[in-house]
């Protein structure tokens, strides 16, 4: 991983620096396609062809079909393709938390102003979800949305006691998932979402412009994507037209194949380091950087959840840029005063025994 020769990367929460051999795999296959492809099988099959093998290898780490999968560009451009294609009205409702990330707190704005949808907002104890106070809010809701991971605090939600709740309420239920795959284990289908959206940028290592979307087939069946093409159609010629089977109804143009030849490879990197793995290392490493930081300041949980590690601090900002200048990568998160550390399976103690000296002086 090059980048480790520059820095003490501490900022895979935000993205994942990729090592060489992904890097490598996403430009040799986008070598191919433009020197070669052309030439040969053409530009389309080879496309074709790896977008099929990306679906089938991102549906087997996430517990899944292939048919239920849609490839996309990033975790905030799968959730977008959702409300685009479900219908809404003033006495339809939205129960999202109160620390999602901006790609799940917008796109239900958009609803409230543009459709007079109600927007219901669950405090949360620093990301902690209280399922009780869940199971209140999403009574009556036509739809509520969370993270698998809180980005502001690491805690990792229960994502199948609170996805219950709400399918007992009525509710679809979307995720968003981002912080969850490359270090700890996702199983979409145990989690009984209808929908979880996530990217390969962050924990996986891999490219950015690599995302993907699984929708439950039923719920798919349901949806009528605002966006046409080509390729979510089954015959784009046809009059009238019909969408897609599956997830694959989301997928509508011509996109960039090279991120996912990237994406494959990061997805196989993580499965040969094994999760198992990389859990326990991350989860030694967490344990090192609380034990050693004060405890009055910690906004994580104390106990392992993720490699998400938060402190409050009075001017996050400065200290961002003060560790920086030792060659440490961290960052702020606005609006809640706090820094972020994010502890991945190739950082060591060494980075985090750097990142405590520097906040100490």
């Known amino acids: ?76 451009d799968g959730i977008s393709r959702l409300p685009l294609a479900m219908d809404w009205d003033a006495d339809d409702v939205v129960v999202r938390t109160d620390v999602e990330h901006a790609a799940g707190i917008l796109p239900w704005r958009r609803l409230r102003d543009e459709y007079g949808v109600e927007v219901r907002v669950v405090e949360t104890d620093r990301g902690w979800i209280d399922p009780d106070d869940w199971e209140d809010a999403v009574q009556g809701a036509t739809l509520a949305t969370f993270s698998s991971v809180c980005w502001t605090s690491g805690v990792r939600a229960p994502v199948r006691e609170l996805t219950e709740r709400a399918h007992d309420a009525g509710a679809r239920v ?24 996530a990217s390969g ?37 046809a009059d009238p037209y019909e969408y897609a089977e599956g997830a694959r109804r989301f997928e509508f143009g011509t996109v960039a194949p090279a991120p996912y030849a990237g994406l494959q490879t990061a997805i196989e990197t993580i499965e040969d380091i094994g999760i198992d793995t990389v859990q326990s290392r991350v989860e030694r490493l967490t344990n090192r950087l609380k034990e050693g930081l004060d405890a009055d300041s910690l906004v994580s949980p104390r106990e392992y959840h993720t490699g998400l590690v938060s402190f409050a601090d009075d001017d996050p900002e400065a200290t961002v840029e003060r560790v920086a200048e030792r060659g440490i990568e961290v960052r702020s998160i606005p609006t809640t005063g706090v820094v972020r550390a994010s502890i991945h399976v190739f950082n060591t103690a060494d980075d985090v025994d750097a990142l405590l000296d520097a906040l100490d002086e």
């Not at 003490?8 to 191919?32: C, K, M």
């Not at 996702?186 to 989690?191: G, K, L």
């Not at 087939?217 to 966006?227: G, I, M, R, W, Y």
Request: net charge negative; proline share 9%.
């Open 201 to 237: 940028h962050k924990w996986l290592l891999g490219p950015w412009g690599a995302g993907f979307l699984y929708v439950d087939p039923a719920f798919a069946e349901t949806l009528a994507p605002a966006q046409l093409g080509y390729r979510n159609t089954v015959d784009p010629y």
């Open 1 to 76: 991983m090059p980048v480790l020769d520059e820095t003490t990367y501490l900022n895979t929460g935000a993205s994942g620096p990729s090592p060489r051999h992904i890097v490598d795999s996403t430009e040799s296959w986008h070598e191919f396609h433009e020197f070669e492809s052309a030439a040969g099988p053409g530009m389309y099959e080879p496309a074709f062809e790896l977008f099929d093998q990306a679906r089938a290898t991102v549906a087997s780490h996430i517990g899944t079909e292939p048919g239920n999968v849609a490839l996309t560009g990033s975790t905030t």
């Open 174 to 197: 979307v995720v968003d998932a981002v912080q969850s795959p490359g270090q700890h284990p996702v199983d979409v289908e145990e989690w009984g979402a209808d929908a979880v959206a």
